[in-house]
């Protein structure tokens, strides 16, 4: 019994750390529409980041926070004025294969940077986990799933509540609509697109000390990102946490009682009945990621 | 008010309006009518900036605005209320009227322009945390002139506000768009309802495969028999 328990806390840490993961995506997709297929490469940069700074100044990844967040909020500024704003007027498949290649070039740059060595930091409190009551816990997970239900939190809060947050759903809903409102749509797209990377930003913190950085780590996580925000309904943000948490409860348990290896079949297979049964994903709104295909 | 001189506007390479002059003043009614594609949405769309490509001046009492992006536009207090109303469907009626007012201009005078506009459509006020798609037709023509109202417009204009209402709806909307034109509000109306229109109209243009073919006072183009001929083409 405590056995099951304990890998279903598990699997929900580890999804609270999926869910932040892509969460900066499902909120791209939502207001631009369009997939940043270098979601995962950001993901590297951020740990890749992370490390540096760490190593750098012996801080933890908790602090290097402050400053990977606003280095890769600037990287996504970027990124959207070079790379994805050229391209956003133009068929779907332009922004498509512009961060594909984006994606590649990052992957081997790093190569030529970094090496294919892998690099890590040192556990907290070196590796011991936490009791509480027959539960262990591994302090960097149990944070990283702190800090993801914060950020959550934080970000529905701030969708709802701010006007910002509200121009944001607005154009999500109806982009042309929120222009009549005097909403100055192209800058939010800019914000936006940084906004979300500042996200990867704060997920690549939380992941460095839970897995190691090498310059394909980004597609460990990537098709696992998009499942989750497939699953939850493309552009919702609840749905990217309920999706994370599926995700790395199906994760933990089959990893225990089949095989770590098998993790990926599992979670694919219940990919494809939502899709099959729920095609809008858990919480979507009907015809969300078509809205980007057809306009 | 508002110019246009020889505004065209393009879908793609497609041509939709040829070189019309347009002339609003402040504190009018002007109708614009005209048989089905013969220019009307895309005139409102191309004075705001939206969705098509325009040759030609725009001007706003003395400045030049066919330059400037939808937003900044609707800054100047010109806003549409366009075809099928357009709410934000998954949102309150009450976040759709603040979202009017997302203009720091406006939201500064968030809650007066909300008492006002609960004052003038009361059915809003009942209904403020209802979800907008979930409103009747008529409910949400009235949501979609709140939450134009909520931006304090100078200038207004409504695509076929009449589009699908019952006719009970009809008469208290027209009612509402002489009262707003008689509380200072400039209006551009297009509608397919040409004799409604021309009633409450100072002046109105008639429009035909992109080309203004009449002009007159609303009263005067009621009478002129050529309005027919321009609408049925023949």
């Avoid at chain 1, 930003?201 to 897995?211: E, N, V």
């Avoid at chain 1, 494809?272 to 015809?287: A, S, T, Y």
């Amino acid at each position: 019994m405590s056995t099951i328990l304990q890998l279903l806390v598990s699997g929900i840490m580890l999804g609270g750390i999926y869910a932040v993961m892509s969460i900066g995506l499902t909120l791209i997709f939502g207001v631009l529409k369009i997939v940043n297929f270098a979601h995962g490469e950001f993901l590297m940069l951020a740990m890749y980041a992370a490390w540096a700074v760490v190593s750098a100044t012996g801080m933890t990844t908790y602090t290097a926070m402050a400053v990977v967040t606003p280095l890769l909020f600037c990287f996504g500024l970027l990124v959207y004025l070079l790379i994805v704003r050229p391209g956003i007027e133009k068929p779907h498949l332009v922004v498509v294969f512009a961060t594909m290649g984006l994606s590649i070039a990052m992957q081997n740059l790093a190569l030529v940077a970094m090496t294919a060595d892998l690099r890590d930091v040192a556990p907290l409190f070196g590796g011991t986990p936490i009791k509480f009551g027959p539960l262990y816990f591994r302090v960097e997970l149990l944070l990283g799933f702190l800090i993801s239900i914060a950020i959550t939190l934080a970000l529905m809060m701030f969708v709802k509540r701010t006007y910002i947050g509200k121009a944001i759903r607005a154009t999500v809903q109806d982009r042309d609509a929120a222009m009549l409102m005097g909403i100055n749509v192209p800058r939010l797209f800019l914000l936006t697109f940084a906004g979300g990377s500042a996200l990867v930003g704060i997920a690549g913190c939380i992941m460095l000390p839970l897995y190691s950085t090498f310059p394909t780590v980004g597609l460990n996580f990537v098709l696992i990102a998009y499942v989750v925000v497939v699953l939850g309904g493309m552009g919702s943000m609840e749905g990217a946490f309920l999706g994370g948490i599926c995700i790395g409860i199906v994760q933990s348990l089959s990893g225990y009682y089949v095989a770590p290896a098998y993790g990926q079949m599992f979670y694919f297979l219940i990919f494809l009945l939502v899709m099959i049964f729920r095609p809008n994903g858990l919480l979507g709104q009907r015809g969300a990621a078509m809205v980007g295909i057809n306009e | 008010m508002l110019r246009a001189n020889k505004l065209s506007a393009f879908y793609d390479r497609t041509q939709v309006l040829h070189e019309i002059d347009l002339r609003i003043e402040e504190g009018e009614i002007v109708g614009l009518v005209g048989a089905n594609g013969a220019g009307k949405s895309t005139t409102l769309l191309g004075i705001i900036g939206i969705n098509t490509r325009t040759e030609g001046e725009i001007w706003l009492n003395e400045e030049r605005i066919d330059g400037l992006p939808a937003y900044e536009r609707v800054r100047r207090a010109i806003v549409l209320i366009p075809e099928r109303r357009r709410l934000f469907p998954f949102m309150s009626v009450l976040e759709n009227l603040e979202l009017g007012a997302y203009l720091p201009g406006p939201r500064g005078n968030r809650d007066a322009s909300l008492e006002m506009v609960f004052d003038l459509l009361p059915v809003l006020a009942e209904r403020r945390y209802q979800i907008a798609g979930s409103l009747s037709g008529g409910e949400q023509q009235m949501c979609a002139i709140g939450r134009a109202l909520m931006s304090r417009p100078r200038l207004l204009m409504l695509d076929e506000p009449t589009e699908g209402l019952a006719p009970l709806y009809v008469e208290r909307l027209f009612d509402l768009i002489v009262r707003l034109r008689d509380d200072g509000i400039t209006i551009l109306l297009v509608e397919q309802n040409v004799e409604h229109v021309l009633k409450v109209a100072d002046r109105g243009y008639v429009l035909e495969n992109g080309r203004i073919v009449l002009q007159n006072s609303g009263q005067a183009l009621l009478a002129d028999p050529r309005l027919k001929t321009a609408y049925l083409g023949l």
